[in-house]
């Protein structure tokens, strides 16, 4: 069960039935307990008087609540755990709420009061219920029988109406394209038809506002003085009144949307004050501003208005709208122009090729195929398809309105396929079939492949393998009251390597250094590569009394030299140990702890060892007190975090203009002041903090460019970088669908940025999640580009469109031959490969000057502008 069905079944589950059950059993049982929701905190509230109450809360710690619910584990068989407290005479239990997969939704806490060890000297309220450890104990047994009978029951329900909230979903897609197909169908002919544009222009405006569900559609057009405006032309909804007659001889200034830029406005959208003062004059609640330019002017604007009544605008209403204005200036350029059949063959090849579906038109009579738009032949490039195709396209049989659900065999894709007969543009009897790709419908119930666990380098298991492997085994070794060890081995200036030996060499090295360590006696199979030359260990709780032993042989690997394309290299490296549990609290206190203990080893010479010192505790203990101000920054739904935006320029005619920004996350802590990523990025990822933040920027972002383009600035794109934690979550797709359905932001205009080593570290697993964001419409970056390894032998297979060069080379292209040839380089492999380059960091003239000379379209750095907050850079540029 993912996340956001977890949290729907939370809500499902909180109810009286829950407070009524709890209340029967503390009172028939002389107990208290409460049900804690994993992501919804209390769902019930206290049983029992006041005095009870403050007397639990006293006993009961919310850091020893928190405990117990943080000591279950997802899969886990244990549904019970036991804590004990400083007084003998009082039970804490926690009974855990499972989901149909094993995962954790949510537990009971329990809390008693043995009477039998209750001292003589304690006195207690009168209403301070009172039990044994036995009762105590049969208590819990129950709770956890009824918990698993009744949750079981609840599960089934849920799933069901997920289940069939599915089938509705899809139901309702089939429906919607099925109603725009014969909606466009309709319109699309009235394209050939010989009315006026006057006549024509209503008919379009009647089927549009109809299928859009809004009160009024209606063109204006600017007066030949150029300072007032007229409706032309208008429809409304029954009982809507009419506002042609309110719109003659309008003045130009009164009217804020008519300066040649198209507006999406929303009824939750914030509005300037002249936009404000027009739409309370009309009773308008939403409208949608698109220009119709004649002669590269805006001699008409193409408007959808709600009036009286609350709209939300989503991305398809707004495509559809565009589709229509492009219908209404094709056909008035043909009228203002001629009627030929060029003209109007070009008008509808436009329209079409932009349509999100395959479309043929095919004269049956000659067998001849007339037109076909390119998402079509896209569909169709498997030969076996296309012959197979071919049939359905003219064969007379086929005469139904639609065909749901063909399958092509060769690519393994799912079509609806609609056929109507109509006038072609010269007027003999054709057929269109349009193809509509439901392969997604398909596969929807299909859940995300979980993120390979290997390293594609060396074969070992990666981070997130490691860090996963460290969470069971401290759990075990916490119940066991065993101990376990972790090793991190840092390859001493391996940089050096690469660039003496060059990155062959390199990666050689670090398979050579992977099997080695891997293959050493109680090792196998726990050595992991966790960075680009760090490699930790785990020597588990049944090999720990081998870790002298197993540090050693480690050590002597490295008083060899390796034997590298027949020649000996040497390398050291730094080694830190940390043992656990001790006094830590989670893997993550062990991770922080190892690194630590490999910085000292750094610090005091490399090639040595070291293990974790407690003259360490200074700097553990503020970083610790850091963590807690994160998490409750996280846990106070990020307001802390504040989205900074950093113009990026793009280079029309050879100057640079605004196209955008690039999110940047500040840290605005009420503790520690402002704090840069630098400082708290990397921490929040090890705490597993960042998908919460991450997930806050991206949906801040995106609301925030949603509004730049609906007021004038329908080309703006905001760039959001991605965490490599973020990326690996096996719902971080459906996240991003939902942050697009809430913004109704343009996939287009989200950009979404990884980094170069990220890519290289797991390229296979990399390449499928970049192109599911991008069949999403996103577009993709590749971040920080140069400073990773094997780029150009990685660069072809990846699904993006925009390469960053980092600054590093931009900062010394003026005085390193490398850095400007390797620019130069990378923007004419770019420009084969047909995407953009941004480079980065530039701040002097001269940078300017000098990335005038390569193919470059897009920069940002200081040079243009800071960061700013979305105040500012909306007061600069928007």
């Given at each position: 069960?993912?996340?956001?069905?977890?949290?729907?079944?939370?809500?499902?589950?909180?109810?009286?039935?829950?407070?009524?059950?709890?209340?029967?059993?503390?009172?028939?049982?002389?107990?208290?307990?409460?049900?804690?929701?994993?992501?919804?905190?209390?769902?019930?509230?206290?049983?029992?008087?006041?005095?009870?109450?403050?007397?639990?809360?006293?006993?009961?710690?919310?850091?020893?609540?928190?405990?117990?619910?943080?000591?279950?584990?997802?899969?886990?068989?244990?549904?019970?755990?036991?804590?004990?407290?400083?007084?003998?005479?009082?039970?804490?239990?926690?009974?855990?709420?499972?989901?149909?997969?094993?995962?954790?939704?949510?537990?009971?806490?329990?809390?008693?009061?043995?009477?039998?060890?209750?001292?003589?000297?304690?006195?207690?309220?009168?209403?301070?219920?009172?039990?044994?450890?036995?009762?105590?104990?049969?208590?819990?047994?129950?709770?956890?029988?009824?918990?698993?009978?009744?949750?079981?029951?609840?599960?089934?329900?849920?799933?069901?109406?997920?289940?069939?909230?599915?089938?509705?979903?899809?139901?309702?897609?089939?429906?919607?394209?099925?109603?725009?197909?014969?909606?466009?169908?309709?319109?699309?002919?009235?394209?050939?038809?010989?009315?006026?544009?006057?006549?024509?222009?209503?008919?379009?405006?009647?089927?549009?506002?109809?299928?859009?569900?809004?009160?009024?559609?209606?063109?204006?057009?600017?007066?030949?003085?150029?300072i007032g405006v007229d409706m032309i032309s208008?429809?409304?909804?029954?009982?809507?009144?009419?506002?042609?007659?309110?719109?003659?001889?309008?003045?130009?200034?009164?009217?804020?949307?008519?300066?040649?830029?198209?507006?999406?406005?929303?009824?939750?959208?914030?509005?300037?004050?002249?936009?404000?003062?027009?739409?309370?004059?009309?009773?308008?609640?939403?409208?949608?501003?698109?220009?119709?330019?004649?002669?590269?002017?805006?001699?008409?604007?193409?408007?959808?208005?709600?009036?009286?009544?609350?709209?939300?605008?989503?991305?398809?209403?707004?495509?559809?709208?565009?589709?229509?204005?492009?219908?209404?200036?094709?056909?008035?350029?043909?009228?203002?122009?001629?009627?030929?059949?060029?003209?109007?063959?070009?008008?509808?090849?436009?329209?079409?090729?932009?349509?999100?579906?395959?479309?043929?038109?095919?004269?049956?009579?000659?067998?001849?195929?007339?037109?076909?738009?390119?998402?079509?032949?896209?569909?169709?490039?498997?030969?076996?398809?296309?012959?197979?195709?071919?049939?359905?396209i003219f064969d007379e049989r086929y005469t139904?309105?639609?065909?749901?659900?063909?399958?092509?065999?060769?690519?393994?894709?799912?079509?609806?396929?609609?056929?109507?007969?109509?006038?072609?543009?010269?007027?003999?009897?054709?057929?269109?079939?349009?193809?509509?790709?439901?392969?997604?419908?398909?596969?929807?119930?299909?859940?995300?492949?979980?993120?390979?666990?290997?390293?594609?380098?060396?074969?070992?298991?990666?981070?997130?393998?490691?860090?996963?492997?460290?969470?069971?085994?401290?759990?075990?070794?916490?119940?066991?009251?065993?101990?376990?060890?972790?090793?991190?081995?840092?390859?001493?200036?391996?940089?050096?390597?690469?660039?003496?030996?060059?990155?062959?060499?390199?990666?050689?090295?670090?398979?050579?250094?992977?099997?080695?360590?891997?293959?050493?006696?109680?090792?196998?199979?726990?050595?992991?590569?966790?960075?680009?030359?760090?490699?930790?260990?785990?020597?588990?709780?049944?090999?720990?009394?081998?870790?002298?032993?197993?540090?050693?042989?480690?050590?002597?690997?490295?008083?060899?030299?390796?034997?590298?394309?027949?020649?000996?290299?040497?390398?050291?490296?730094?080694?830190?140990?940390?043992?656990?549990?001790?006094?830590?609290?989670?893997?993550?206190?062990?991770?922080?702890?190892?690194?630590?203990?490999?910085?000292?080893?750094?610090?005091?010479?490399?090639?040595?060892?070291?293990?974790?010192?407690?003259?360490?505790?200074?700097?553990?203990?503020?970083?610790?007190?850091?963590?807690?101000?994160?998490?409750?920054?996280?846990?106070?739904?990020?307001?802390?975090?504040?989205?900074?935006?950093?113009?990026?320029?793009?280079?029309?005619?050879?100057?640079?203009?605004?196209?955008?920004?690039?999110?940047?996350?500040?840290?605005?802590?009420?503790?520690?002041?402002?704090?840069?990523?630098?400082?708290?990025?990397?921490?929040?990822?090890?705490?597993?903090?960042?998908?919460?933040?991450?997930?806050?920027?991206?949906?801040?972002?995106?609301?925030?460019?949603?509004?730049?383009?609906?007021?004038?600035?329908?080309?703006?794109?905001?760039?959001?970088?991605?965490?490599?934690?973020?990326?690996?979550?096996?719902?971080?797709?459906?996240?991003?669908?939902?942050?697009?359905?809430?913004?109704?932001?343009?996939?287009?205009?989200?950009?979404?940025?990884?980094?170069?080593?990220?890519?290289?570290?797991?390229?296979?697993?990399?390449?499928?999640?970049?192109?599911?964001?991008?069949?999403?419409?996103?577009?993709?970056?590749?971040?920080?580009?140069?400073?990773?390894?094997?780029?150009?032998?990685?660069?072809?297979?990846?699904?993006?469109?925009?390469?960053?060069?980092?600054?590093?080379?931009?900062?010394?292209?003026?005085?390193?031959?490398?850095?400007?040839?390797?620019?130069?380089?990378?923007?004419?492999?770019?420009?084969?490969?047909?995407?953009?380059?941004?480079?980065?960091?530039?701040?002097?003239?001269?940078?300017?000057?000098?990335?005038?000379?390569?193919?470059?379209?897009?920069?940002?750095?200081?040079?243009?502008?800071?960061?700013?907050?979305?105040?500012?850079?909306?007061?600069k540029y928007l």
């Amino acid at each position: 069960m993912d996340n956001s069905s977890r949290l729907n079944f939370e809500l499902e589950i909180n109810n009286d039935d829950m407070q009524s059950l709890q209340d029967v059993f503390c009172k028939s049982n002389d107990m208290y307990i409460m049900c804690i929701g994993k992501n919804l905190g209390k769902i019930t509230s206290f049983s029992g008087s006041k005095p009870e109450e403050d007397f639990v809360d006293s006993n009961f710690s919310p850091e020893l609540r928190r405990e117990i619910v943080d000591s279950f584990v997802d899969g886990s068989a244990e549904n019970i755990v036991e804590r004990y407290g400083t007084n003998d005479y009082l039970m804490y239990r926690g009974v855990a709420i499972r989901g149909s997969e094993g995962e954790l939704m949510g537990a009971w806490l329990c809390f008693g009061v043995d009477r039998t060890q209750l001292p003589i000297e304690v006195r207690l309220d009168s209403s301070i219920r009172l039990t044994t450890k036995d009762s105590f104990d049969k208590s819990i047994s129950l709770i956890e029988t009824l918990t698993k009978y009744y949750f079981a029951e609840k599960f089934k329900s849920h799933l069901l109406r997920q289940k069939l909230m599915k089938e509705k979903d899809v139901e309702h897609e089939i429906t919607y394209k099925l109603k725009k197909n014969e909606i466009m169908t309709d319109i699309l002919r009235l394209m050939e038809s010989e009315n006026s544009f006057s006549k024509i222009s209503e008919d379009i405006l009647k089927e549009s506002g109809r299928y859009l569900d809004c009160t009024h559609t209606a063109l204006l057009q600017i007066d030949s003085s150029g300072i007032g405006v007229d409706m032309i032309s208008e429809w409304c909804a029954d009982g809507s009144k009419a506002l042609i007659s309110c719109f003659q001889e309008v003045p130009l200034v009164e009217l804020p949307f008519m300066n040649g830029k198209p507006y999406t406005i929303s009824s939750d959208a914030s509005l300037p004050e002249a936009f404000e003062i027009f739409f309370i004059k009309y009773g308008i609640k939403a409208a949608i501003f698109l220009p119709i330019n004649v002669n590269d002017s805006a001699a008409m604007y193409l408007c959808f208005f709600s009036i009286g009544e609350e709209r939300k605008w989503s991305v398809d209403d707004l495509r559809f709208a565009n589709d229509i204005k492009r219908i209404i200036h094709t056909v008035l350029v043909k009228k203002i122009t001629t009627n030929s059949l060029a003209s109007s063959y070009n008008a509808l090849e436009a329209i079409l090729q932009n349509a999100g579906y395959g479309v043929v038109v095919a004269d049956l009579a000659h067998h001849q195929i007339l037109y076909t738009n390119d998402t079509f032949k896209i569909m169709f490039e498997n030969e076996v398809d296309r012959l197979a195709i071919e049939e359905i396209i003219f064969d007379e049989r086929y005469t139904l309105p639609e065909l749901n659900g063909y399958s092509a065999n060769g690519s393994g894709k799912w079509f609806d396929i609609s056929i109507d007969s109509l006038k072609w543009v010269d007027g003999r009897d054709v057929r269109m079939i349009t193809f509509y790709d439901i392969t997604d419908l398909r596969i929807y119930q299909k859940k995300v492949e979980k993120q390979a666990q290997e390293d594609i380098l060396t074969g070992l298991y990666n981070r997130q393998a490691c860090e996963k492997d460290i969470s069971l085994e401290f759990h075990v070794a916490k119940k066991l009251d065993t101990k376990f060890a972790v090793l991190m081995i840092d390859l001493d200036d391996f940089a050096s390597v690469n660039e003496g030996l060059g990155y062959k060499i390199g990666d050689d090295l670090l398979e050579y250094v992977a099997h080695s360590i891997n293959d050493i006696s109680y090792i196998h199979g726990k050595c992991y590569r966790v960075g680009g030359d760090e490699f930790a260990v785990l020597i588990d709780h049944e090999n720990y009394e081998n870790l002298d032993l197993i540090i050693k042989r480690i050590m002597n690997l490295f008083d060899n030299p390796w034997r590298l394309n027949d020649q000996d290299y040497y390398c050291t490296m730094s080694m830190g140990c940390v043992k656990a549990p001790a006094d830590l609290e989670d893997s993550t206190d062990i991770l922080t702890r190892l690194n630590i203990a490999v910085h000292g080893a750094k610090n005091k010479g490399k090639n040595r060892f070291e293990f974790y010192s407690p003259k360490s505790e200074a700097v553990m203990a503020e970083k610790v007190k850091m963590d807690q101000a994160m998490r409750k920054a996280v846990e106070d739904d990020c307001k802390e975090f504040e989205v900074y935006f950093q113009p990026i320029m793009e280079f029309i005619n050879g100057l640079p203009q605004c196209c955008g920004s690039e999110a940047l996350v500040r840290w605005n802590s009420s503790e520690y002041g402002m704090v840069m990523p630098d400082k708290f990025i990397s921490q929040a990822e090890q705490m597993r903090l960042i998908n919460a933040i991450g997930e806050h920027v991206l949906l801040e972002a995106a609301k925030a460019c949603k509004h730049w383009n609906d007021f004038g600035h329908p080309e703006y794109k905001v760039n959001v970088n991605l965490s490599v934690v973020q990326l690996s979550q096996n719902d971080f797709i459906e996240k991003l669908k939902n942050v697009l359905e809430v913004t109704s932001i343009n996939p287009r205009n989200l950009t979404l940025e990884v980094t170069e080593s990220l890519a290289i570290n797991d390229m296979e697993w990399m390449v499928k999640i970049l192109k599911a964001i991008r069949e999403l419409g996103c577009r993709v970056a590749l971040d920080d580009f140069g400073t990773g390894y094997s780029s150009l032998n990685h660069i072809r297979s990846m699904p993006i469109d925009t390469i960053k060069i980092d600054k590093a080379f931009v900062s010394e292209m003026d005085s390193d031959h490398f850095s400007e040839a390797f620019v130069k380089t990378i923007s004419e492999l770019a420009d084969s490969l047909d995407v953009d380059v941004c480079v980065e960091g530039v701040e002097m003239d001269k940078q300017v000057d000098m990335i005038g000379k390569f193919s470059v379209n897009l920069a940002q750095g200081f040079f243009f502008d800071k960061p700013l907050s979305r105040g500012e850079f909306e007061k600069k540029y928007l």
